[in-house]
């Protein structure tokens, strides 16, 4: 689990760039202990950006792959895949420069390398498909000839050299910047996708016309802290980007927009999720939702423009709300709340709400008083067995908040069946108020 958002620490961006077919793709995956990139012989196949977090030795940082950079080149795909990664390059705080050893320098990589001297940012030179152990080949000290000072021998297939190259990276990176705001501020995203009313809830919760407000989908470009104070409570609102389908996403600038939107949600304490009361659910709706929930945040769903619905009873809230909850039944713990961004309507509610799934997600509990309510919920129901063997509940102990999460030790993971789990989960949940935050449980054998 990261560690970065406990310690509010603002994380740093890394682009990998280089012409086609050098191997970009290979090494992302292999930076990242994951299959993300597609990777081919093609030229041409990473189109967007791909962005993962990357750890080593403790920090991290999010890696961004792009398509090839041909500097000069006719070909619409080719073109646009040199803007995507220029603007890579311009967003980035280091830039890995991807070289292939078996062709040599090129009049590309040359040229590559001249637009990367002139963004100012600074650049490590990896020279990749170096497959043999031991010292490079003749042929790799060319590439000193770049001007990018020492090039770094890999092999993105076997692994070779990546350490090198992520120290140097390191190296590289601005120092650590704690997040400008104190302790007890909440952090909330604003998250949802285009034209649902984000900006307009922040410019009525601050009363500033801080964001650009427009009916033009996508207005808003890049992440906009906005500090709020109500009685001693202090927030801070980060305004997104609308979250879109990536068929959707067309303009160049936009991708690098739905990554400020999901780095804003890596750096809130609270994502409110917005859904357009009009509209209702939407696939859009429980993607973004869906990225929050991954990552383990209290959220609030915030139903907006509430105002605009016609010919409301007393029970349409009600009704609504029910075909809410089944469409975001993969977050149940999540609370509701109707409001308007236009007229401010409830947006009292929507404050009471931040701040208790808050105050939930970053709860402790003692271990003495989690295993009172372990040895009290395993005598109601007993734990299942199989084949003469019973499952055994040993004891339990919350390892980390924000979410809460718990470890269970017992006799055999494979008789801690998933509906025991849930059943454990939601005598937490009742027991100690945690009805509105993700819980996380690992189930482990004693001894591990």
Known sequence: MSNYKNRGIKMRLVAIVGRPNVGKS???????????????????????????????????FMLIDTG????????????????????????????????????GVTANDSEVAAMLMKSGKPVVLAVNKDDKIGEPPPEFYEFYNLGLGEPIAVSAVHGHGTGDLLEAVFENLPPDEPEPYDEDVIKVAVIGKPNVGKSSLINRITGEERSIVSDIAG??????????????DKFVFIDTAGMRRKAKVVENIEHFSVLRALMAVDRADVCVVMIDAN?????????????????GKACVIAVNKWDAVQDKTDSTMREYQKKLEVDFSFMSYAPFVFISAKTGARLDKLFEL?????????????TGVLNDMLSYATS??????????????????????NPPTFVVFCNSKELFHYSY????????????????????????????
């Open 354 to 366: 931040i701040k208790e799934v808050h105050e939930q997600h970053s709860r402790r509990i003692s």
């Open 68 to 103: 090839g950079i041909e500097p000069k080149t006719d070909d619409v795909i080719l073109a646009q895949m040199r803007e995507q990664a220029m603007l890579a390059v311009e967003s980035a705080d280091c830039i890995i420069f991807v070289a292939d050893l078996t062709t």
């Open 279 to 295: 509209e209702g659910f939407t696939e859009q709706d429980s993607k973004v939702a869906g990225y929050a929930h991954d990552k």
């Open 219 to 232: 207005t808003t470009r890049d992440a906009v802290d906005s500090e709020v104070k109500r009685g001693e």
């Open 380 to 401: 109601r129901v007993q734990p299942p067995s199989d084949k003469g063997k019973r499952l055994k509940v040993y004891y339990m102990t919350q390892a980390a908040s």
């Open 26 to 60: 290979t090494l992302f995956n292999k930076l990242v202990g994951k299959r993300l990139s597609i990777v081919d012989d093609t030229p041409g196949v990473t189109r967007d950006r791909i962005y993962s977090r990357c750890e080593w030795l403790d920090r991290e």
């Open 421 to 448: 789990q849930r059943y454990i989960e939601n005598q937490i949940r009742d027991t100690f108020g945690l009805d509105k935050t993700p819980i996380k449980m690992n189930i482990r054998e004693r001894g591990e």
